[in-house]
């Protein structure tokens, strides 16, 4: 055989390497290529087939169409368990607002900061078990410590979380006391706001809440972005406190979607229907998530 | 009056405004610190009924220093269930999960900072996106294969998918901690002849111990705190991990909170613990994850 000329020996050197280089590339990242699509991609996938079956894990399943689908849209349960998932996302506004002001005390250097910053998110560091039910205790009607401090100010307290008035309303409460984590993120995002800024407006004389409106907002409002999705996400997930404190009662005040979904799917062996119900949240996260996206470049100020 | 701040606590950094006086400092410190006692408070309250004897639980109105404090509780509490056994299970779990999710976060990183080939910023956008889809939308079809498997009650549904980079979040948090580390490192490593395995496990790895502590903790705090996946796939009472032996408890025992409490503090220690040590690792983690985010 001829030798190579040296150009199309250059030239295949470099398409070695350049085949080299992707099979490197793919190796590395193939732990997560097979853990997306066995844990996420085929899932997603499969869960819509199963829900086209009516199956009990016991019997082989049958095919049903579209059934489970037209059940949910007629299943109570499932309508007020999606109205309680969006009451319960009430929540997050209410964490924003409470995150961003804790920020914005923490954002000086007073002695002693640094340890108003770890308590303020120890809640936050602590297992979501051992917050439900410390709160289920705190939550009693006549010696849990709400009812007690509210007993200090001669008003008598609700019975909370047993209570299907205000058992939606308290569990809300409960979530503002872990908001750790969005105000450690909006703590570093108001650190990047150089003060030569608010210095120069109080020498022009603005006020602290223009300050606030026309500083403040403006930058930190890619930072709430991320943290109204991430956390609407996280609401519509929300299980182990509402299966710990109240198992969506009374009266079904508290049954969320992720919590239906999981009764269906693992007490009564309803994979067909619990899958058509994972595909709404599903959905419904998505479109949520989506719509947000959008909503936000009227909102969301980039530098 | 108010411009020599004598106490030292003058504001360096200014958010609500303009200083007009130890006044406005006074206010917002009142603010703080009613804060951060609101925010102490359950955790005084879980303190306090964890040292009470059964006959202080009912008292009204509550005593919020009981008085002896009982001490065997602790004890008691975590006798009148397997709970060493379920702290064994939770560390067994805990520690092969923490490796997986190291190793395999650290690999895949490096893979998206480090190394160029066609479609890896597509995938690392995939990547992220998958942080978006609900646990609840995949579970079934996840649980069924590990039916099939025969893995139901066993560990192996909570450890084994840690070895597939399944949180975006830890991938994420390596990759940008990768790409601060200057070419020059890789460089010298590549003249020296050194494969790209060898250039992530010499330079890379021992470089991103940062990192590294980073994901160990968040994935400590989440294989500890985790609840509904130990719910679904750990049925038999040996089998059990803290939280769900903690769970066990609360139904069963109604006038035996004080015992409750006491677990309740002995399985948040860890975290607490573990928290308060990595606390720099833990504000880097999260500031990097939600500003770069």
Same mark, same amino acid.
């Given at each position: 055989m001829a030798p190579l000329s040296p150009e199309i020996a250059v030239a295949s050197g470099w398409h070695r390497q350049a085949y080299r280089r992707v099979l490197v590339g793919y190796a590395f990242i193939l732990p997560w290529v097979i853990g997306f699509l066995l844990f996420k991609a085929y899932p997603i996938?499969?869960? +819509?087939?199963?829900?086209?079956?009516?199956?009990?894990?016991?019997?082989?399943?049958?095919?049903?169409? +579209?059934?489970?689908?037209?059940? !949910?849209?007629?299943?109570?349960?499932?309508? %007020?368990?999606?109205?309680? %998932?969006?009451? =319960?996302?009430?929540? *997050?506004? !209410?964490?924003? *607002?409470?995150?961003?002001?804790?920020a914005m005390l923490l954002n000086r250097s007073w002695p002693g900061i640094n340890a108003a910053r770890a308590l303020l998110y120890l809640p936050s560091a602590t297992p979501v078990a051992v917050i439900a039910v410390v709160w289920t205790l705190m939550y009693h009607p006549t010696f849990g410590a709400v009812n007690t401090i509210f007993g200090y100010a001669a008003i008598r307290g609700p019975k909370w979380i047993a209570s299907p008035e205000w058992a939606m309303p308290?569990?809300?409460?409960?979530? !503002?006391?872990?908001? &750790?984590?969005?105000?450690?993120?909006?703590?570093?995002?108001?650190?990047g706001i150089p003060s030569v800024l608010y210095e120069a407006a109080a020498i022009d004389g603005a006020s602290a809440w223009n300050q606030f409106k026309n500083i403040t907002l403006p930058v930190v409002s890619p930072v709430i972005l991320l943290n109204l *999705?991430?956390?609407?996400?996280?609401? +519509?997930?929300?299980?182990?406190?509402? =299966?710990?404190? %109240?198992?969506?009662?009374?009266?079904?005040? %508290?049954?969320?979607?992720?919590?239906?979904? =999981?009764?269906?799917?693992?007490?009564?062996?309803?994979? &067909? =229907?619990?899958?058509?119900?994972?595909?709404?949240? +599903?959905l419904l996260t998505f479109g949520l998530t989506l719509a947000q996206m959008r909503v936000s470049k009227r909102w969301v100020f980039y530098q | 009056m108010g411009v020599l701040s004598m106490n030292g606590s003058a504001p360096k950094t200014l958010t609500l405004g303009h200083v007009t006086g130890w006044g406005r400092d006074l206010l917002l410190l009142t603010f703080l610190v009613s804060a951060v006692l609101i925010f102490v408070l359950p955790f005084i309250f879980m303190l306090s009924t964890a040292l009470k004897l059964p006959a202080?639980?009912?008292?009204? /109105?509550? #005593?919020?220093?009981?008085?002896?404090?009982?001490?065997?509780?602790?004890? #008691?509490?975590?006798?009148?269930?397997p709970f060493s056994r379920f702290a064994t299970n939770t560390l067994t779990i805990a520690m092969v999960a923490i490796l997986g999710d190291v190793l395999s976060s650290a690999l895949v990183g490096f893979g998206f900072a480090r190394l160029q080939f066609p479609g890896r910023d597509a995938l690392f956008y995939v990547l992220l996106a998958t942080a978006m889809i609900p646990i609840q939308a995949t579970i079934i079809p996840v649980f069924l294969i590990y039916n099939g498997l025969g893995w139901i009650n066993t560990f192996l549904p909570l450890t084994v998918p840690a070895y597939f980079a399944v949180r975006p979040m830890y991938v994420?948090?390596?990759?940008?901690?990768?790409?601060?580390?200057?070419?020059?490192?890789?460089?010298a490593a590549r003249i020296d002849g050194a494969s790209p395995l060898q250039v992530?496990?010499?330079?890379?790895?021992?470089?991103? $111990?940062?990192?590294?502590?980073?994901?160990?903790?968040?994935?400590?705090?989440?294989?500890?705190?985790?609840?509904? #996946? /130990?719910?679904?796939?750990?049925?038999?009472?040996?089998? $059990?991990?803290?939280?769900?032996?903690?769970?066990?408890?609360?139904?069963?025992?109604?006038?035996?909170?004080?015992?409750?409490?006491?677990?309740?503090?002995?399985?948040?220690?860890?975290?607490?613990?573990?928290f308060l040590l990595g606390m720099r690792h833990f504000v880097q983690g999260v500031t990097l994850t939600g500003l770069k985010g």
């Open positions: 996938g499969a869960s +819509f087939y199963i829900s086209l079956h009516q199956w009990d894990l016991l019997k082989p399943p049958i095919y049903v169409e +579209f059934e489970n689908y037209v059940r !949910l849209s007629r299943d109570p349960l499932f309508w %007020t368990s999606l109205l309680n %998932t969006l009451y =319960y996302a009430l929540c *997050v506004p !209410l964490r924003l *607002v409470l995150a961003l002001a804790l308290a569990l809300i409460f409960m979530s !503002l006391w872990y908001v &750790g984590p969005m105000m450690v993120i909006f703590l570093a995002g108001l650190k *999705v991430m956390d609407i996400i996280l609401a +519509f997930q929300v299980f182990a406190s509402i =299966y710990i404190m %109240t198992g969506g009662g009374p009266m079904n005040r %508290t049954l969320v979607l992720a919590l239906y979904i =999981y009764q269906h799917a693992f007490v009564w062996l309803n994979m &067909g =229907y619990a899958s058509a119900l994972a595909w709404g949240l +599903f | 202080q639980l009912y008292k009204v /109105p509550l #005593e919020w220093i009981p008085n002896p404090p009982a001490w065997h509780n602790f004890v #008691e509490g975590w006798t009148i269930r994420f948090l390596f990759r940008q901690f990768m790409l601060t580390i200057p070419q020059e490192y890789e460089e992530f496990l010499r330079v890379f790895l021992p470089l991103s $111990k940062p990192a590294v502590a980073t994901v160990a903790l968040f994935s400590f705090v989440y294989h500890w705190n985790d609840f509904f #996946e /130990p719910l679904i796939y750990l049925n038999s009472l040996e089998k $059990k991990t803290l939280v769900l032996g903690l769970t066990m408890l609360q139904g069963q025992y109604d006038e035996f909170w004080h015992l409750l409490m006491s677990v309740a503090v002995i399985i948040a220690l860890p975290c607490v613990i573990v």
